[in-house]
């Protein structure tokens, strides 16, 4: 029998930290060629990024949480019963799409959170929760909104006060008062009372183990830090911060509507990530939740960058550098890196890093920016050439030997693994492609891959030029120009169009989706060819034009009907890089009709909605037709951005 003694060493030794450490790592990719240490400019970006009251928690747009300190102080809502159903809602995301979740309508949301507002609505209750930032602190209101049919009883509003990712500090509540205590410093969190007569402080039993407020929410409950202030003093202050938003929208004129958008979907899409101590802005919250904590995703996360460009140059960094620094021991940056710092060791996903890069970089002109990226995006681009060339074409591939394996991902080394790379899972451009696997690809001449890799190649190339970096200018240049005479090769006069080529059968596939655009971004095509292709193609209303546009496979295509992910729904990243390549061409007309086509359907279910959909049913218009639609992913506000574009270029 073991001993009091012997079992407080066992748990002694448990708790030590080199065990513990091992432990740790149980779950935990191995990680062989960890990324170099971020450079002091990064370091310094992360540190501005990371500071402050902002909804930094992944698991609820409902939280605010304090950096560095991780203080969180989580706004709750009880739904009280007279007979049997009570229940809580701790947590709230945008976008659940259980039969009886919530319902959260995103309102703004600035880049840095010092004004964001949500309305909620469950279990027949509806309110608002808006906050701000008064000089340091947080002030927060918490609003009964009319309810058509309001429940017997009111429901009871919850502010819980801890702190997250396993970091020091305690707290205490004392009256009126939550102290927070983090070794260092104490933050006091004072709660507003609502009238007497009309609420008071009341205890409840909540799955909640930290000190925590609560009120009947029959009026207006107010919350602030560093000094108690009154309901009306919080409400002043929320209007303060929320007229300086409006204001900071309303100066830049006849882009307003489409920088809130993008300003609120970015904003509300950031996260901090406490494994790798970043901020970071994943696709959704939802789509994080369900991978561990936070996913990033190849092209997804530049196009982030992209977008957070228009307003938080910081932000615009982090995302770009992070998805970057998730690069793979082969070269490659992953088609997903996930919580635990696994990744997608066997595939990819479209090459579009560069052009990032480089449209931030003139933007902003900060040299540490591109020095900071130019080798990992040289490792990816040639990493292309070296394992994706077949016959001298680009193709989509899996190779499922690499290491570290991800034993989860049974798609890894296969032919859906290959698919998956392409970042067009479904698409049936691809129903008859062959998986070699010897070579570990698809024997499939790819236009899209093609074109986007030597706009990389391009892109990547003037970088070079910019670093001084002569040699490497010069050798990828000399792959644009071979890849950029390969796709010459996949013209068809007589249809038109560029056209994939079935490597295995020696066919081209006439099958068409937007990647058969694409040349016009890589500017492989000829004036010629992109009239036709433009003309013939694109404005043709069997295929891609229409009230809706465009659809990721031909109108006329028999998979069209299917409106199921990548099999006829409209992508803001499909259009976006069509957009990209209109602009190489002298179609001003073309570009401006398809802009404001573009736009409409974004702005279709943002007002009626608040939703920013993942994908858009090309017949209908709405994201909500079908389940496998987020509605708060944010690459779907490319829409509204090939617009600010347009409108930026003074509409010629």
Same mark, same amino acid.
């Given at each position: 029998?073991?001993?009091?003694?012997?079992?407080?060493?066992?748990?002694n030794?448990?708790?030590?930290?080199?065990?513990?450490?091992?432990q740790?790592?149980?779950?935990i990719?191995?990680?062989?060629?960890?990324p170099?240490?971020?450079?002091?400019q990064?370091?310094q970006?992360q540190?501005?990024?990371a500071?402050g009251?902002n909804?930094?928690?992944?698991?609820s747009?409902a939280?605010?949480v304090?950096l560095?300190?991780?203080?969180?102080?989580?706004v709750g809502?009880?739904?009280?019963s007279?007979?049997?159903?009570?229940?809580?809602?701790?947590?709230a995301?945008?976008?659940?799409?259980d039969k009886n979740?919530?319902?959260?309508?995103?309102?703004?949301?600035?880049?840095?959170?010092s004004?964001t507002?949500?309305?909620f609505?469950?279990?027949?209750h509806?309110?608002?929760?808006?906050?701000a930032?008064?000089?340091?602190?947080?002030?927060?209101?918490?609003?009964?909104?009319?309810?058509k049919?309001?429940?017997?009883?009111?429901?009871?509003?919850?502010?819980?006060?801890?702190?997250?990712w396993?970091?020091?500090?305690?707290?205490?509540k004392?009256?009126?008062?939550?102290?927070?205590?983090?070794?260092t410093?104490?933050?006091?969190?004072?709660?507003?009372?609502?009238?007497?007569?009309?609420?008071?402080?009341v205890r409840m039993d909540?799955?909640?183990?930290g000190?925590?407020f609560?009120?009947d929410?029959?009026?207006s409950?107010?919350?602030?830090?560093g000094?108690?202030r009154?309901?009306?003093?919080?409400r002043?202050?929320?209007?303060?911060?929320?007229?300086?938003?409006e204001?900071?929208i309303?100066?830049v004129?006849?882009?307003?509507l489409?920088?809130d958008?993008?300003?609120?979907?970015?904003?509300?899409?950031?996260?901090?990530?406490p494994?790798?101590?970043r901020?970071?802005?994943?696709?959704?919250?939802?789509?994080s939740?369900?991978?561990?904590?936070?996913v990033?995703f190849?092209?997804?996360?530049?196009?982030?960058?992209?977008?957070a460009?228009?307003?938080?140059?910081d932000?615009?960094?982090a995302?770009?550098?992070?998805?970057?620094?998730?690069e793979?021991?082969?070269?490659?940056?992953?088609?997903?890196?996930?919580?635990?710092?696994w990744?997608?060791?066997?595939?990819?996903?479209?090459?579009?890093?560069a052009?990032?890069?480089?449209?931030?970089?003139?933007?902003?002109h900060?040299?540490?920016f591109?020095?900071?990226?130019?080798?990992?995006?040289?490792?990816?681009?040639?990493w292309?050439?070296?394992?994706?060339d077949?016959?001298?074409y680009?193709?989509?591939?899996?190779d499922?030997?690499?290491?570290?394996?991800?034993?989860?991902?049974?798609?890894r080394g296969?032919?859906?693994?290959?698919?998956l790379?392409?970042?067009?899972d479904n698409?049936?451009?691809?129903?008859?492609?062959?998986y070699n696997?010897?070579?570990?690809?698809?024997?499939?001449?790819?236009v899209g891959?093609?074109?986007?890799y030597?706009? *990389?190649?391009d %892109?990547?190339? /003037?970088?070079?030029? =910019?670093?001084?970096? +002569?040699a490497?200018? $010069? &050798?990828? #240049?000399?792959?644009?120009a071979?890849?950029?005479?390969k796709?010459a090769?996949?013209w068809d006069?007589?249809?038109?169009?560029?056209?994939?080529k079935?490597?295995h059968t020696?066919?081209?596939?006439?099958r068409l989706?937007?990647?058969?655009?694409?040349?016009l971004?890589?500017?492989?095509?000829t004036?010629?060819?992109?009239?036709t292709?433009?003309?013939?193609h694109?404005?043709?209303?069997?295929?891609f034009?229409?009230?809706?546009?465009?659809?990721s496979?031909a109108r006329?295509?028999?998979a069209?009907k299917d409106?199921?992910?990548?099999?006829?729904?409209?992508w803001?990243?499909?259009?976006y890089?069509?957009?990209?390549?209109?602009?190489?061409? *002298?179609?001003? %007309?073309?570009r /401006?009709d398809?802009? =404001?086509?573009?736009? +409409?359907?974004?702005? $279709? &279910?943002? #007002?009626?909605?608040?939703?920013?959909?993942?994908?858009?049913?090309a017949?209908?218009?709405?994201?909500?037709?079908?389940?496998?639609?987020?509605?708060?992913?944010?690459?779907g506000?490319?829409?509204?951005?090939v617009?600010?574009?347009?409108?930026?270029r003074?509409?010629?």
């Open positions: 029998m073991k001993t009091r003694t012997t079992i407080l060493a066992i748990f030794l448990a708790c030590a930290g080199p065990l513990l450490e091992a740790a790592v149980s779950h990719a191995p990680d062989p060629t960890p170099p240490p971020r450079s002091a990064y370091e970006v540190q501005r990024l500071r009251w909804t930094w928690d992944v698991h747009v939280t605010q304090l560095p300190e991780g203080l969180a102080i989580h809502l009880k739904h009280n007279t007979l049997n159903g009570d229940a809580y809602l701790g947590d995301l945008i976008g659940r799409l979740a919530e319902k959260v309508t995103p309102g703004p949301h600035s880049w840095d959170g004004y507002r949500a309305d609505e469950w279990k027949g509806k309110w608002r929760v808006e906050s930032h008064d000089g340091e602190d947080l002030v927060l209101l918490v609003s009964p909104l009319d309810a049919t309001p429940p017997v009883l009111p429901p009871s509003v919850v502010f819980s006060v801890n702190f997250l396993n970091t020091p500090g305690s707290t205490l004392h009256g009126n008062v939550i102290e927070a205590r983090t070794g410093s104490a933050i006091a969190v004072y709660c507003a009372r609502p009238e007497p007569d009309r609420a008071s402080n909540v799955p909640l183990s000190a925590y609560a009120f929410l029959t009026a409950v107010g919350l602030s830090t000094k108690l009154s309901v009306d003093q919080i002043a202050a929320i209007d303060s911060r929320r007229s300086a938003y204001q900071s309303q100066s004129g006849k882009n307003s489409i920088l958008a993008i300003e609120t979907t970015i904003g509300w899409d950031t996260i901090y990530e494994e790798k101590q901020v970071i802005s994943p696709v959704s919250r939802v789509w939740v369900d991978w561990g904590g936070y990033l190849d092209w997804d996360t530049f196009f982030a960058a992209t977008l460009g228009i307003g938080s140059k932000l615009a960094y995302n770009a550098l992070e998805i970057l620094r998730a793979t021991p082969q070269g490659f940056v992953p088609n997903y890196a996930r919580a635990g710092n990744k997608s060791s066997d595939r990819s996903e479209p090459p579009v890093g052009i990032t890069v480089l449209g931030l970089y003139e933007k902003f900060d040299r540490w591109i020095e900071d990226a130019f080798e990992p995006l040289l490792k990816w681009n040639r292309w050439a070296e394992h994706r077949i016959q001298g680009l193709a989509w591939g899996s499922g030997q690499n290491q570290p394996e991800n034993l989860d991902d049974k798609s296969t032919r859906v693994g290959a698919i790379e392409s970042g067009l698409s049936p451009m691809y129903d008859n492609a062959t696997e010897q070579s570990h690809v698809l024997e499939y001449a790819d891959l093609m074109s986007m030597i706009a *990389d190649c %892109a990547l190339a /003037k970088i070079a030029d =910019d670093l001084g970096r +002569a490497e200018s $010069k &050798e990828l #240049k000399g792959r644009a071979r890849y950029r005479a796709l090769t996949l006069e007589q249809f038109g169009i560029f056209l994939n079935d490597l020696g066919k081209l596939n006439t989706s937007p990647t058969n655009f694409y040349p971004l890589a500017r492989a095509a004036p010629e060819q992109a009239k292709m433009i003309e013939k694109l404005l043709n209303k069997d295929e034009w229409g009230e809706w546009i465009i659809p496979i006329k295509d028999p069209f409106q199921d992910y990548w099999r006829g729904r409209i803001g990243p499909m259009n890089l069509v957009y990209l390549g209109l602009l190489n061409y *002298d179609v001003s %007309a073309v /401006k398809f802009a =404001d086509r573009s736009y +409409a359907l974004f702005l $279709k &279910e943002w #007002k009626e909605n608040g939703h920013v959909h993942e994908n858009y049913n017949v209908l218009g709405t994201g909500d037709d079908v389940s496998n639609s987020d509605r708060f992913y944010h690459w506000a490319l829409l509204g951005y617009e600010y574009l347009e409108q930026g003074g509409r010629e």
